[in-house]
């Protein structure tokens, strides 16, 4: 017998009617499975957790919350980085892991029609068979649900040629914050679609979502390049972007990441760099052929160059780098995940000046990035047993948030901001971007009902530093995840 919410037990026993009893959870021990999403220093249990089956489902469950004024939440896998989908114990949690079915893969138009709840790589395997995939590739694409990378609009080390989740979903059907249920479409008239790509679960729930397929490439080419500094390694992403080359990743490391991938994977990466480089291109042969042998060129300040001579090679260049995050554990007992932007131009002035930060505070901080579309992960490094050096940690960390803010960036490339940076928001937007972005949120959701709390600050939130997040996380050291 479960134990719920007080208020919630009426609304929780109409989720029952709605879904089936066991489709709903109200035991507080079952509910603590739900308490967090893969920033695990936010917490909160939900008051209740219903699994529903389809959009029809959905639209009830919203209405009843609606008739109740209660705040819902809608869930996928769980993996987000910014406490997106942190439940209310006051709320509801609406789960879409009974969700996973893929409706349609339609080649002729290259396009597959899925449910909400579906693993992103699930998409790519049903595809392959037919020469197709599906293109963005976050790195925890084992686990995360379309759902999720599409209210995140993710990344992945692949997006800099192929485009985040925004440029691969052609529709989605939606309840709304009122429990309709209503399609967006690309197509004439205001971008509803292209809005509700990105808002991170708080302008409604997608129940299907129709996302473009992308051809498998005919070629693929990949080298690792050895810098003595950062600042060289930078200057040749910069290049090989300006000469427009496109690589399909170009993702770098520096000494300190190098160093923790050795300890942990034995990636035997060419000694003494200060920075390496992985870079990939595919597409049609003869193209490929020809950019590489430009990248590579381009890539002359490199003390050593290794190209892959086959799938075997590509993958040992690839394992130092996908185990990098989770090698950090090997030299950090702790380490705060950061996620920002900023012009590719500006990489080597904003690493040096992340160096000189780290030098002044004496925490170290390890770069391991997708450098080609300037989005940056630094891992601030901290011990927390010992006093103070979380709070310097997280102190270095805002800090590289406000380098990429003055840099004309951002303060999140692919995390999103949930409830994490709602309070960094201010230091990027003014009250008037943000009262107009209100004012869109509003005209979908006007009693606030909808995954509230998330994005936009309140004054009790703003000047605050960011959370930190510490040792590896589970789906890494687990091995179904690696952190690019
Ligand atoms: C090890 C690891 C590696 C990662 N690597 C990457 C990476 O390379 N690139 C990247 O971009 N991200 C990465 N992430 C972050 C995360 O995986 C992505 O943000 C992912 O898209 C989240 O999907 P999810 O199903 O887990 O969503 P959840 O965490 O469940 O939810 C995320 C947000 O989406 C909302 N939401 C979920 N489903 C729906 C729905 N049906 N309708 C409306 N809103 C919904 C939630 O309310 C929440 O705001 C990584 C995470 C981990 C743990």
Redesign the pocket.
């Known amino acids: 017998m479960g134990v719920v919410t007080a208020g919630l037990d009426g609304l929780a026993e109409r989720l029952k009617v709605i879904t089936g009893a066991k489709n709903v959870i109200t035991d507080p021990a079952e509910l603590r499975t739900y308490e967090c999403?893969?920033l695990t220093y936010h917490r909160a249990t939900p008051g209740v957790v219903v699994l529903p089956d389809g959009a029809e489902q959905i639209a009830e469950i919203v209405r009843a919350c609606t008739a109740e004024n209660v705040p819902f939440?809608?869930?996928?896998?769980?993996?987000?980085?910014?406490g997106?989908?942190l439940p209310r114990t006051d709320g509801v949690l609406i789960v879409?892991s009974r969700m996973r079915r893929i409706l349609e893969i339609d080649v002729d138009d290259e396009r597959a029609v899925v449910e909400?709840?579906v693993i992103?790589l699930d998409v790519s395997k049903a595809a392959r068979p037919h020469g197709y995939y599906y293109a963005p590739?976050?790195?925890?694409?084992q686990?995360?649900?379309?759902?999720?990378?599409?209210?995140?609009?993710?990344?992945?080390?692949h997006c800099l040629k192929y485009g985040f989740?925004v440029n691969h979903v052609v529709a989605c059907e939606?309840v709304t914050p009122d429990g309709d249920i209503v399609e967006l479409t690309e197509g004439p008239g205001y971008d509803l679609l292209g809005a509700f790509v990105g808002?991170?679960?708080?302008l409604?729930?997608?129940?299907k979502i129709t996302v473009r397929l992308t051809r498998v490439p005919e070629a693929v080419e990949t080298l690792l390049a050895a810098f003595t500094s950062i600042e060289q390694a930078g200057e040749a992403v910069s290049a090989i972007i300006a000469a427009g080359v496109v690589p399909a990743a170009i993702e770098m490391m520096d000494a300190l990441s190098i160093e923790a991938a050795e300890a942990a994977v034995r990636c035997e990466y060419p000694a003494g760099a200060g920075a390496v480089l992985v870079v990939e291109l595919d597409g049609p042969a003869a193209e490929v052929e020809r950019q590489f042998a430009q990248a590579k060129e381009l890539c002359g300040d490199a003390f050593e160059i290794r190209v892959a001579a086959d799938d075997i090679e590509r993958a040992l260049i690839w394992r130092g780098r996908k185990s990098a995050?989770a090698a950090v554990g090997r030299i950090s007992p702790d380490y705060i995940v950061q996620d920002g932007v900023i012009p590719r131009t500006a990489l080597p002035e904003v690493l040096a000046r992340i160096d000189e930060l780290s030098g002044d505070s004496g925490v170290r901080v390890a770069n391991v990035f997708h450098a080609g579309d300037g989005n940056l992960h630094p891992l601030v490094l901290f011990d927390d047993a010992v006093p103070g050096a979380g709070e310097r940690a997280e102190l270095v960390s805002a800090k590289i948030l406000d380098l990429c803010i003055e840099h004309g960036g951002s303060i999140t490339?692919?995390?999103?901001v949930?409830v994490d940076k709602a309070k960094h928001m201010p230091r990027m937007f003014t009250e008037e971007d943000l009262d107009t972005m209100q004012m869109v949120r509003c005209a979908f959701d006007p009693d606030g009902l909808c995954?509230p709390g998330?994005v936009y600050p309140t004054p009790r939130l703003c000047g605050e530093v960011p959370g930190r997040r510490t040792k590896v996380?589970p789906?890494?050291e687990s091995g179904k995840?690696?952190?690019?």
Do not use: M, W, Y
Request: hydrophobic content about 30%.
């Open positions: 999403d893969g939440i809608a869930r996928g896998s769980g993996t987000g980085l910014s997106g989908a879409t909400p709840g992103n590739d976050p790195s925890s694409q686990i995360c649900s379309i759902g999720g990378n599409v209210a995140e609009n993710s990344g992945g080390a989740t939606i808002s991170e679960g708080t409604g729930i997608a129940t995050f490339g692919e995390h999103g949930g995954n998330k996380h789906l890494v995840a690696d952190l690019f």
